[in-house]
């Protein structure tokens, strides 16, 4: 768990994975909340932030 918003995180190495790499290619990092596209390359923390009370709101 991560500080104040309680989020877990699980890497995925696309390395040799030739489905992911097609799909992401030079996008890496990608972050998804939840299964869902959230951004990819750099983290704006408070978009971040803002984009995990939106997800819990819906659920």
């Not at 500080?3 to 989020?7: A, R, V, W």
């Given at each position: 768990?991560q500080?104040?918003?309680?989020?877990s995180?699980?890497?995925?190495?696309?390395?040799?994975?030739?489905?992911?790499?097609?799909?992401?290619?030079?996008?890496?990092?990608?972050?998804?909340?939840?299964?869902?596209?959230?951004?990819?390359?750099?983290v704006?923390?408070?978009?971040?932030?803002?984009?995990?009370?939106?997800?819990?709101q819906?659920?």
């Open positions: 768990m500080g104040e918003l309680k989020f995180i699980e890497k995925i190495y696309i390395d040799g994975d030739l489905e992911l790499e097609k799909l992401y290619g030079e996008q890496i990092p990608v972050i998804h909340i939840d299964g869902e596209h959230h951004d990819f390359w750099r704006d923390p408070e978009r971040f932030k803002s984009s995990l009370e939106k997800h819990r819906r659920q």
